[in-house]
């Protein structure tokens, strides 16, 4: 129909681990990501929500994540560098969507890392 916007499909790959520690940082009481979703939610349907994290050491977020049913992936902390394989791992699954051409969708990548005094 003419006039009609599209409705785009999006799927969403969060590194939490930069956002946990960007709540910290910034000193925020809590992160409510219900209200990240539905702003998103104003550009079109979210199907796929995926967040990476080393979810033992920010276990406070799980419920809060599992209730905006996010999938949840463990991305386990390295001791001797401090990073973890999250920005890899979010790579590979925005490409396995990528790899069939009937599914359309937008990505967003979350979590970007600011730079931070170490």
Do not use: T
Not at 31 to 51: E, H, P, S, T, Y
């Amino acid at each position: 129909m003419a006039g009609q916007p599209e409705i785009r499909n999006m799927a969403l790959f969060c590194d939490f681990e930069n956002i946990a520690l960007g709540v910290r940082d910034a000193k925020y009481a809590q992160f409510d990501m219900q209200k990240v979703l539905a702003r998103l939610l104003l550009k079109g349907n979210i199907i796929v929500k995926k967040a990476y994290c080393d979810w033992e050491r920010y276990k406070a977020f799980k419920a809060s994540m599992h209730e905006a049913a996010f999938e949840l992936i463990e991305i386990p902390h390295v001791r001797q560098s401090g990073k973890n394989s999250a920005d890899i791992r979010m790579v590979q699954g925005a490409c396995g969507y990528l790899r069939h051409p009937q599914r359309r969708f937008g990505f967003l990548a979350a979590g970007v890392q600011a730079a931070r005094k170490q």
